[in-house]
């Protein structure tokens, strides 16, 4: 079984670390998405998507079940939905699900659909979706509402937007560890390419991070333009994420995970 | 790493020596993860970190350069902290150890840090223990109180070094044990997920866990302090062993 600390990418920790401090957020986001946003979406889930079950798409819900005990969190509840892009998401604190799209059923093998519901169940167990419904509500409160003035709204966004990337990391650790590098590289190239065919290359997105550094630091203006274009994206480039976890496969971590996993 | 003689000795210092340096560097005395630490995202620390810390010297000695200088001054240095020998200095002044001139040797600089940690630790300890760690060591001809052993000390670092490094390393030990037994260590250290090498330097494993003795956790020093004193304990290690190795040749 996972622990939190064996995945957590270490400036996604150093920012639950400051989170975890502030009084009573913890306890005032539980409550919030316990009584409110989780009720909605599950409605909402219930109401647009197909539920996965033991006796409606048993082979996604078997393989949730799999992978939700590989990692050590509680079966959340699996949705699919219409869609061609290939994407999943999840939210819930107490009563998690997660949303997967019917193109990344269509297009993916079982171990790269684990590697996918991993990646959620890493989310799930790092409480990421907790710090995120603050994103939610600071955004809510200052773009929409107007509660909080965007001069303070907006830094404090975009420092958490930061780590909202940061967090990903965490959540590609998990996938990793519990399917393994190679199939989390091939489940990368599928979702960027979005072809059900990928070859038998799976490393062509770590070749290309590097190639996206070099760009990325040939001057001060490239690295200017980059980092601006990134400061607004809720996840990090498909590319670096390939690159970060084939950084981390050499690690002691890793190597212990996998050998516990296996 | 701006080269610096003073840390070059990292290399040949043992693993878990090298791992208690990088937990004191990457931990707090609550096993959390500093704010401003860089190693941990490191490539070095990824492919070194917990079995092959040799590996990686060169980078636990930049970063302790770092944690050494002032942040903006480091932007000036091209990213790079100050030397060694004047982190050792400043440690030195912030902890009150007398008779430390700017012109000393980095190690000679630490061994009066020693000295003084030590003195420190003996006010915590009883006649007993003192006597205790006397006899283990084989200190003779002075009165078995805590001005004897600091008088043996203060003349075994300069006449017998081998046995200033014995008699260092018991009193730390014996300290750690006092601080245990208050509870003033905390027995949690297995929460930490890299675990026991934590427990492996002494020092660093007395100064992580919570060191109450000294104000040594002010901003900003909570970091070279425990640092710099593991830093000096390895170099007396890494000496006693080059000394050893010079006698038997």
Not at chain 2, 117 to 144: H, L
């Amino acid at each position: 079984m996972m622990k939190y600390q064996d995945i957590a990418h270490p400036e996604d920790r150093k920012a639950l670390q400051v989170l975890q401090k502030v009084p009573l957020l913890d306890e005032g986001c539980r409550n919030i998405m316990e009584y409110g946003y989780e009720r909605i979406f599950r409605g909402e889930n219930l109401a647009t998507m197909v539920k996965a079950n033991a006796g409606s798409m048993p082979v996604v819900y078997q393989l949730m079940e799999a992978t939700a005990q590989k990692v050590g969190v509680p079966t959340p509840e699996v949705y699919v939905y219409n869609d061609p892009v290939m994407n999943a998401f999840t939210y819930g604190e107490t009563n998690t699900f997660i949303c997967i799209s019917s193109s990344c059923i269509e297009k993916m093998n079982d171990e790269e659909l684990m590697c996918l519901m991993a990646h959620e169940c890493g989310h799930i167990l790092c409480h990421h979706v907790l710090y995120n419904s603050v994103i939610a509500v600071i955004r809510e409160w200052g773009e929409r509402i107007g509660v909080i003035p965007w001069s303070l709204s907006s830094p404090l966004t975009l420092a958490l937007q930061y780590w909202c990337r940061r967090s990903e990391y965490s959540a590609d650790r998990c996938a990793a560890a519990t399917m393994g590098e190679k199939v989390f590289q091939r489940m990368m190239l599928k979702l960027t390419s979005g072809l059900a065919d990928i070859g038998d290359d799976p490393y062509q997105l770590v070749r290309q991070a590097k190639e996206y550094h070099l760009h990325e630091n040939a001057t001060l203006w490239d690295k200017i333009q980059q980092n601006c274009r990134m400061a607004f994206y809720s996840h990090p480039q498909m590319v670096n994420r390939a690159y970060e976890i084939d950084r981390w496969k050499v690690s002691y971590a890793y190597k212990k995970l996998r050998q516990s996993l296996i | 790493m701006k080269t610096d003689m003073d840390l070059q000795f990292l290399q040949y210092c043992n693993n878990e020596d090298l791992r208690a340096l990088c937990d004191i560097l990457v931990y707090d005395n609550k096993g959390e993860l500093r704010l401003s630490e860089s190693l941990s995202i490191s490539d070095s620390y990824l492919s070194c970190y917990p079995d092959n810390m040799k590996g990686m010297w060169r980078d636990l000695a930049a970063e302790l350069q770092c944690y050494g200088g002032n942040t903006l001054m480091n932007l000036f240095r091209h990213g790079h902290g100050p030397k060694y020998e004047s982190i050792v200095y400043d440690v030195c002044q912030k902890m009150g150890v007398e008779n430390v001139g700017k012109h000393d040797t980095a190690e000679d600089m630490e061994q009066k840090l020693l000295i003084a940690v030590s003195s420190k630790a003996m006010e915590e300890m009883t006649e007993e223990q003192i006597r205790a760690v006397m006899e283990e060591c084989g200190v003779k001809g002075y009165d078995y109180t805590r001005t004897g052993l600091l008088a043996a000390l203060l003349t075994l670092r300069l006449v017998n070094k081998r046995v200033f490094a014995y008699v260092i390393e018991a009193i730390l030990k014996m300290l750690m044990e006092i601080l245990m037994v208050r509870g003033i260590i905390r027995a949690g250290l297995g929460l930490l997920s890299r675990g026991v090498g934590v427990l492996c330097g002494p020092v660093g494993w007395i100064i992580l866990t919570g060191w109450t003795l000294w104000d040594i956790m002010g901003p900003a020093y909570r970091v070279t302090i425990p640092a710099v004193i593991q830093v000096a304990y390895m170099r007396m290690k890494y000496q006693e062993k080059l000394n050893r190795n010079e006698e038997a040749a």
